[in-house]
């Protein structure tokens, strides 16, 4: 009888142990961001946030943001198009004003300009792509629709002061 009921007891509990432990095993990483880059800080008006794991900065004076993303895994997007969906998949209607191939530090980038919402309002986003080794990396500029061209400067300059490892 008692044989019984261990047998039992681990018949009704085996699966959700099974599940639970392959659960476990397949959750995603946290994002983390590349150590394979580093930044300098763009210059003033410009300050660092600290609300996320990729860095970024705001500037005091337009509100405007300079911001990195980094996707360093092996399933990473394989085209320069395709890491941009890391910043436009947070916005609103997003409608791409322009999208350029340029050179950014002798490496292939692509340039886009879009404009979306956010939140209801509407903000305009001048993003740059390229890769490095397995990452891939998105860099933008973003604020309210037509005060990026004040932060245009300070935008290429922190894509000129990227250095990598």
């Not at 970024?56 to 394989?78: F, L, M, R, T």
Request: hydrophobic letters at 35%.
């Amino acid at each position: 009888m008692q044989k019984q009921l261990v047998a039992t007891i681990l018949i009704v509990f085996m699966p959700f142990l099974f599940v639970s432990c392959v659960s476990s095993i397949l959750k995603d990483k946290p994002p983390t961001f590349s150590s394979e880059i580093t930044l300098k800080d763009p210059s003033s008006p410009f300050t660092r946030t600290r609300t996320s794991v990729f860095p970024s900065w705001k500037s005091s004076q337009s509100g405007n943001v300079i911001s990195i993303v980094s996707d360093c895994n092996e399933n990473s997007p394989a085209t320069l198009s395709s890491l941009h969906q890391l910043i436009e998949s947070s916005l609103e209607s997003p409608q791409i004003i322009s999208e350029e191939n340029i050179t950014i530090q002798d490496r292939p980038s692509l340039l886009k300009v879009v404009n979306a919402q956010l939140d209801g309002y509407p903000i305009e986003v001048r993003s740059v792509s390229f890769r490095k080794k397995s990452c891939g990396y998105v860099s933008s500029l973003s604020g309210k629709k037509g005060t990026l061209e004040a932060d245009r400067a300070s935008f290429e300059q922190f894509l000129n002061n990227l250095s990598f490892k």
